[in-house]
């Protein structure tokens, strides 16, 4: 708090004095972009850039006579040799001041080392695995970690009277992290894991894994597999393959019910169980106003989900600093503000804990609903402020 | 035990069919016309959002859907193959490759232009959801669907392409451009209606799969590219529609297999078979020497 009071302070004295100083062709603040623009992941890029772009839009592209650019680069991913060649390039040739954005993963992954050695804050809006933010210092994320979610889900599970639980998992690094978390939390829990299968990323194939699920009769069947066509094609294969009837239900993380695609799950996933940490039908005045600004500004057929909230925080983020430091990027500085980030989203609360330089949300228990003829999840239970839980440093 | 054996094989052949169905249409084109067309995918890719359209935004009853599916992808084909591909017959493959990767690349940026990047799946009607009884076995009803489509294309092309006049005519064609010319074929049609049908076929597998794989996105040409096109083809033989089929079952059995008994090599079993099975006959199964 006193730090707090202490930066209000100096920026209030920095406005003052730059007022003075400002000029209208003072050079731009530049924040470079690397983002899935296209290929398999182009959703979560575009989903990212609008949401990001509304934010400037809706706050005023400039601070203290400083425009604020941001330099959107595609990795057409996933694909991390060409996230950190973007990296380089936005560092050495269009000396950005910041970098953000970082759909997936492995791109982060491979950004880390360069964001440290040219001193650049690194703003994640989305690569949820939980070692992200420990590969560089200069790392702060406003996502969400599949850890967080996943140990949430097992302990709702628990606390539900589900005993016994199979685990399927997109054979990756997030899922292996959604994988651990829910067998560990889950079995802290009291319960008992009846086995675990990782699936390939790229197969769309479930049935044989469903079979082996049926057979070892468990109370619940635990997902994790991308937002996408994978998504849809496991809870096309949960249904076909009779788990329903035989009394197994299935329960996953909100990647599968992600509000871009959730529509094509169709009748199927009526009834889901997911956690998470957004929903677009989030009941609160910020997120009403979000999603009415999103859907004003990039039509309705792309619903905002959490991927665009990722950046729209990210950006609250990143502009926040900015204004505090009065347009100066300096990166040390930006990173003391972004590390201890705190308000109001549209997913609700949100903070950054300024120790491990994660996200910390209100993880939620929703069910997915049909409602006016699109489908919803629809958040029942809060889990507030959750950490990672095995996140340390 | 007996069952479940059962539902694993009829699982392993469900998926075997949904791969043949995708790579039947590249058979046709680059097994027997000798095209090396890297975008088939494009092809199947268009007829998985025609079918997308017709049934969601026109109102086409699904099973009424496929055939105008065919009729329209291979009708596009046909247009293409008169304006664009028949320039390179003459060329090396390496051209061909280029030239149809370039073309999957356009046909990738057209359709996030026209439909978005997001995913698109099938609605399918009530009757191809859930389960059925089949022999005495629970089965998924789209499954169930898949294994009667696939078998019957796959008699019908075996019959088509391989027992008429029209398939004599196309496998002269290729054996000996000059010499099926001299005799009075009219190549350029052939090589047209045969481009045609792979276009068509591989618009209907497009189609088809669209349930099956969970949805469909402009990256699917690129994605699906090796996998479920070119190993199939590759393995079953160039031009052999039945051993495009018998490559296709042992793959999909194969994968479920792997899946069920030994999931942590389920990753990389299909790539073990097809070594496997390419070391054994470099030239595929039924592949003439």
Redesign the interface.
Known sequence: MIRRAAFATASVLALGLSLVGARADSPPIRIGFIVDLSGEFADYGTEILNAAKLYLAQHGGAIAGRKIEIDAKDTGGPNPEVAKRLAQELIVNDKVDLLAGFTLTPEALAVAPLATEAKKPMVIMNAATSIVTEKSPYIVRFSFTLGEIASVLAKWAAENGIKKVYTLVSDYGPGVNAEGAFKKYFTLAGGTIAGSDRSPLKGPEFAPFMQRVKDAKPDALFVFVPSGDQGVAVTKAYQDSGLAGAGIKMIATGDITDEAVIDQLGDAAVGLVTAFHYSDTHPSEANKEYVKAFQAAYGSKLRPDFMSVGGYDGMHGIYDALVRLNGNADPDQALEILRREKFESPRGPFWVDPDTRDAVNTVYIRKVERQGGRLVNTEFKAYPDTKDPDKTK | MAV?LL??LF??L??GVLLFLMAIGLSVTMGMMNFVNLAHGAFAMLGGYLGISLTTRAGVPFLAALPLVFVAVGAVGAGIEVTLYRRFYRSPQLTHVLFTIGLTFMA??GA?YVW??????M?VPDWL???TMFLGL?V????LFLLLVGGAIALALVFGLERTRFGAMVRATVDNRRMAQSLGIDVGRVFSLTFALGSGLAGLGGALAV?????????FP??YLL?YFLIVVTVGGLGSTLGALAAALLLGLA???A??YA?VI??FAIYLVMVVLLMWRPHGILGRR
């Open positions: 479940e539902t694993l699982n392993g469900a998926y990738v940026a996030t978005g990047s997001q995913i698109a799946a609605r959801i859930g389960q629970q998924g009803s789209y499954r349930n099956f794989l969970g949805g469909i996105q402009p990256a690129l994605g996998v994968d479920a297999a899946k069920f999931p389920a990753s």
